[in-house]
């Protein structure tokens, strides 16, 4: 049975709405800890250092809604492209230098 690219818009709407509630729940129940911050949401983390409580968490609200929805629309073209394994494989690959990068600066002010 094929996907109809109907369904795949579909999936790939509920698969990022999952990623932002499992995101959001992990930074909560992580009272905002920095480490599951700079794997989950890494684009930010060195800009969120100097800003207060209040606004770090209206950030951590509205950025994993920003960086899943544009991770489930790139995948979501390669999908109907069937280029999903390799855009998946680069974008991953992108987040895990961003981790790495971010820690290397969030470590070297610390």
Known sequence: ????????LWISGTATAIAVV????????????????????PYIMPIV???????????FITEPVIQFSFYGFILGRAWFR????????V???LHVIAVI???LIITSHI
């Open 1 to 8: 049975m094929t996907t109809t690219q109907s369904q795949k």
């Open 101 to 103: 990068v971010c820690y």
């Open 49 to 59: 250092q100097s800003l207060d409580v209040i606004s770090r968490v209206s950030v």
């Open 82 to 89: 069937g280029r999903l394994r390799t855009t998946a494989i």
């Open 22 to 41: 499992l995101c959001w729940a992990f930074i909560f129940a992580t009272h905002l800890s920095v480490l599951p911050l700079i794997i989950l949401v």
């Open 91 to 93: 974008l991953g690959a």
